[in-house]
């Protein structure tokens, strides 16, 4: 990777005045400035070495490298109509979920802005949620760490896919490594679900209201409107305040059906998916000043399990940014998720899933304004048996144009 | 306009006397512009908007005389310039300073700005600032073309043409220039607009005359 390092030190050099003239070329306006369409993206190569099962949301039993490319396409129409579209391929939403490959439009909306202060804007399309902070800022290039938090990461024992039989069954599945193709997280990154929002900022107040076809734990393919419908919906906001350009804080909410169709079949009689849901209630806040950025987000979230009764967890973390140099920048992540507990079917509770705490820690270097490297340090530790990444080497490449 | 062309025209024959008068050289002319940007849309793709945009400046060039030897009597540069922040906008977006200049960012408003460049001849990040706290400053000590962006706002753009030479002047945003109190001899005039637009002619000065250099020059 250090090789890699001196290498892209050198390419940055040579290539800058390219990537400038390609950045540039890639965007046009119309004469009078009406029509404006800028395209944009992020080349991402990761690598990840792991001592363990990968953790949180990288698949796969190994070491894997992962390569990605993004695409960006904003186009302004007049001050009132907005639209982005993402495209990504790589080798899947997460890191190695589709190992042969993957191509997708990961979000596409439509903004419409009737007054130019953005006291309010309308959204429709699949987009990230407006649920806590973190989403703002989930883009390799901005990201000082290469994974996401715990909080929208870690899977735990749920799944949207059946219910379980029993609630010794459901307890049991602490006791085996993640299945990741059925488990979900509280949040799943930055969750590009679709349907519609309300937001804006009036004064020093910013809200944001959406309505959602999926869970914010959803996974990437129930996300689009063609995967599922709005049947049994989601409702999403966050209200924030800024009381100066130092400080902001914020409380968010979400609500709904986290069940996929296909756990119709085994859902108790006379329930449907619909009854059972997840309710999640989160607050962050952040502050930056001079050469320092720090972020904390804390969320609660209920799923109610059918069998089983109501699962709750609780999970945080802390972040601190650090510049020691134009280039050359420190984060660490503390987080940590606790799990309640749940009746064993024999008189007595459980923790229905294993409390895990994790700290992160990275360094990044800016080449230039469109070279960035990062190098990432993780040490988790979840309590049981089953330890899944408990020390996690990162490294990541990013070239922004 | 006729009062601005009556103005400019005194002036013109205020400073030639002025030159005559002392045995220095002075020249004039316009650097053709390119045409004012477009008003630069912001694409905040997961929040509002915060604060009202201005419109970009309207281009203008920097034009310098290059090879002239120093006055006699020259110093260093000691002055502060000012290059603020406002309405998520440089301005002035483009500006020329002797080598050893300090120029100071004020941010004119209510939410964090940043300057940063990673440009050969500064290389400098100044962290996130507040409106009413001490403006961060940079001393330029190296000349080059000093790029200025702002991580917080992508779009945000301005240059620091930092000089080794006390002969420089910024023209208006008609391309109308006019530099004074040069010494006489054979040297080369530049003007420069931005990373893909320069232009240099030669230029021969002689004491107590006003030359005439326009930009581009005939072909």
């Known amino acids: 990777?250090?090789?890699?390092?001196?290498?892209?030190?050198?390419?940055?050099?040579?290539?800058?005045?390219?990537?400038?003239?390609?950045?540039?070329?890639?965007?046009?306006?119309?004469?009078?400035?009406?029509?404006?369409?800028?395209?944009?993206?992020?080349?991402?190569?990761?690598?990840?070495?792991?001592?363990?099962?990968?953790?949180?949301?990288?698949?796969?039993?190994?070491?894997?490298?992962?390569?990605?490319?993004?695409?960006?396409?904003?186009?302004?129409?007049?001050?009132?109509?907005?639209?982005?579209?993402?495209?990504?391929?790589?080798?899947?939403?997460?890191?190695?979920?589709?190992?042969?490959?993957?191509?997708?439009?990961?979000?596409?909306?439509?903004?419409?802005?009737?007054?130019?202060?953005?006291?309010?804007?309308?959204?429709?399309?699949?987009?990230?949620?407006?649920?806590?902070?973190?989403?703002?800022?989930?883009?390799?290039?901005?990201?000082?760490?290469?994974?996401?938090?715990?909080?929208?990461e870690n899977v735990t024992t749920i799944t949207d896919q059946a219910a379980p039989g029993t609630r010794a069954a459901f307890l049991g599945r602490r006791n085996v490594a993640d299945t990741k193709a059925t488990w979900l997280p509280v949040v799943w990154g930055p969750a590009y679900t679709s349907g519609a929002s309300v937001f804006g900022q009036l004064d020093k107040f910013d809200y944001a209201f959406e309505f959602k076809n999926a869970s914010i734990s959803s996974r990437p393919n129930a996300w689009d409107a063609k995967d599922l419908g709005w049947e049994n919906p989601t409702v999403s906001a966050r209200l924030a305040h800024t009381p100066n350009a130092a400080w902001n804080y914020g409380v968010s909410a979400s609500h709904g059906a986290y069940l996929l169709p296909a756990a119709d079949a085994t859902v108790p009689g006379g329930y449907s998916r619909s009854s059972y849901r997840q309710t999640t209630i989160g607050t962050d806040l952040s502050w930056s000043h001079h050469g320092w950025q720090v972020w904390g987000e804390a969320m609660v979230a209920r799923f109610q399990v059918p069998n089983v009764g109501n699962a709750d967890t609780f999970t945080y973390f802390v972040e601190a940014k650090y510049k020691f140099t134009p280039s050359l920048f420190a984060a660490v992540r503390w987080n940590q998720q606790l799990f309640d507990t749940v009746p064993d079917g024999a008189g007595g509770a459980q923790h229905w899933d294993r409390n895990i705490f994790r700290v992160d820690t990275a360094l990044s270097y800016r080449f230039t304004r469109h070279l960035q490297g990062k190098l990432q340090y993780s040490l988790s530790h979840e309590n049981g048996p089953v330890q899944q990444g408990e020390q996690l080497w990162a490294a990541q490449l990013t070239v922004k144009f | 306009m006729q009062l601005t062309r009556i103005t400019t025209a005194v002036a013109l024959l205020l400073g030639t006397l002025v030159a005559a008068a002392q045995g220095t050289a002075s020249v004039e002319g316009t650097v053709t512009l390119p045409k004012p940007p477009s008003q630069v849309k912001i694409n905040p793709r997961y929040a509002a908007q915060a604060g009202a945009l201005l419109p970009p400046e309207p281009p203008t060039a920097v034009v310098f005389l290059e090879g002239a030897p120093l006055p006699a009597d020259d110093k260093p540069a000691t002055n502060v310039v000012q290059v603020a922040q406002k309405g998520m906008q440089f301005g002035p977006g483009l500006i020329a300073v002797r080598k050893g200049t300090r120029v100071e960012f004020p941010n004119g408003d209510d939410f964090y700005h940043n300057v940063f460049s990673y440009s050969k001849a500064k290389r400098f990040d100044l962290g996130r600032f507040l409106k009413d706290e001490k403006p961060a400053a940079v001393t330029f000590d190296q000349p080059g073309v000093v790029k200025l962006y702002c991580e917080i706002h992508e779009h945000m753009r301005g240059s620091v043409v930092v000089l080794d030479t006390p002969y420089f002047v910024k023209s208006d945003t008609n391309g109308v220039y006019r530099l004074t109190g040069l010494p006489a001899g054979q040297f080369k005039l530049k003007a420069w607009i931005d990373d893909k637009i320069s232009f240099e002619q030669p230029v021969e000065l002689k004491p107590g005359a006003a030359s005439r250099v326009n930009f581009p020059g005939s072909p």
Do not use: C
Request: glycine letters at 8%; aromatic letters at 14%; a negative charge.
């Open chain 1, 1 to 152: 990777m250090l090789v890699l390092l001196l290498a892209a030190s050198q390419l940055a050099n040579a290539q800058e005045a390219l990537l400038q003239r390609l950045d540039d070329a890639l965007t046009y306006q119309s004469s009078g400035g009406l029509f404006r369409s800028d395209l944009s993206g992020l080349v991402d190569v990761e690598g990840y070495f792991i001592d363990h099962r990968p953790p949180g949301l990288l698949f796969g039993n190994a070491d894997l490298f992962n390569p990605r490319l993004s695409l960006f396409l904003d186009t302004h129409l007049g001050s009132q109509f907005y639209s982005l579209v993402q495209f990504r391929a790589d080798r899947g939403f997460d890191p190695r979920a589709m190992p042969d490959g993957d191509a997708r439009f990961d979000e596409y909306l439509l903004r419409w802005t009737p007054w130019e202060d953005g006291r309010l804007n309308v959204q429709v399309g699949k987009f990230a949620t407006v649920f806590g902070k973190w989403v703002q800022r989930h883009d390799s290039w901005q990201n000082p760490f290469i994974t996401a938090p715990l909080a929208y």
